[in-house]
């Protein structure tokens, strides 16, 4: 139980300090198909792809256009070129190589890519359907990311993602690095926070690129940024979900 102490102390020295993610993201690419082929969290992953593609399919019926944040491989941009009547979908991403593999995948003929930070992107304007999958929780302080995210929601629109959550965070750890493995990663992160707190926040690492809640706390943060709540489905490693914003 030592890797969870350091995890829960270096939560509470790290506050509301963001994770930092965007230098480690912008040099790699998450390959979400080789995740799927793993013991354990593969079950997971693939029950949250389906479980995410039922929802484009109800939700985005009449979406003229789409946007998605953080689109990774484009797996889900795939989806929404698929169930969706949308003339024009654009996909975000912070990594140069993931992008060109979402361009690869999509053959949207309305399909946009732009590259960058989330958080400095503008003139994109609002949507009928945002997506954010798989990477809310890299992405920085969850509450303010979901805030960002409800922005580009024109009113009466749907917003579709998922977070990871930390409820079974330490067996997956331990179950794919072994214990030992885990520990010292968890050592890490802990010295990680304690440099944050140290420095108000200036001096991170890579170590801290996600912030994880509980499963139980995700509903009821929802509930606090959104108009509305559609839907939450849980699994053991994740929570998706639908919201709206208020067409007032």
């Known amino acids: 139980m030592l890797a969870e102490t350091f995890v829960s102390a270096g939560h509470r020295l790290i506050g509301e300090h963001a994770p930092e993610g965007r230098d480690y993201w912008a040099r790699r690419f998450w390959d979400r198909e080789e995740v799927e082929s793993r013991p354990v969290l593969g079950d997971d992953f693939r029950a949250q792809k389906k479980k995410i593609a039922q929802y484009i399919e ?57 590259q960058g930070d989330f958080w400095a992107l503008d003139g994109v304007g609002p949507a009928p359907l945002v997506l954010c999958v798989d990477a809310i929780h890299h992405m920085g ?24 959550t930390i409820d079974n965070y330490h067996d997956y750890q331990r179950g794919r690095y072994g214990a030992g493995k885990h520990l010292g990663r968890s050592a890490l992160f802990l010295a990680n926070a304690a440099v944050m707190r140290a420095t108000g926040g200036r001096v991170r690492w890579a170590s801290y690129r996600t912030q994880l809640l ?35």
Request: aromatic share 8%.
């Open 58 to 114: 109800e939700h985005g019926r009449d979406a003229a256009r789409v946007l998605e944040f953080a689109c990774g491989t484009g797996e889900f941009t795939a989806m929404a070129a698929d169930l969706t009547p949308a003339k024009e979908i654009l996909a975000n991403d912070i990594s140069e190589q993931a992008l060109k593999i979402t361009g690869d995948r999509v053959g949207h003929p309305g399909l946009t890519l732009r």
């Open 141 to 164: 302080q969850v509450r303010k990311v979901l805030e960002r995210l409800k922005t580009f929601v024109e009113p009466g629109g749907t917003f579709i993602g998922n977070l990871w």
């Open 214 to 248: 509980t499963g139980a706390a995700v509903e009821p943060l929802l509930h606090e940024v959104f108009d509305e709540v559609v839907d939450v489905h849980t699994t053991r490693f994740f929570v998706a979900f639908v919201c709206r914003r208020s067409d007032r």
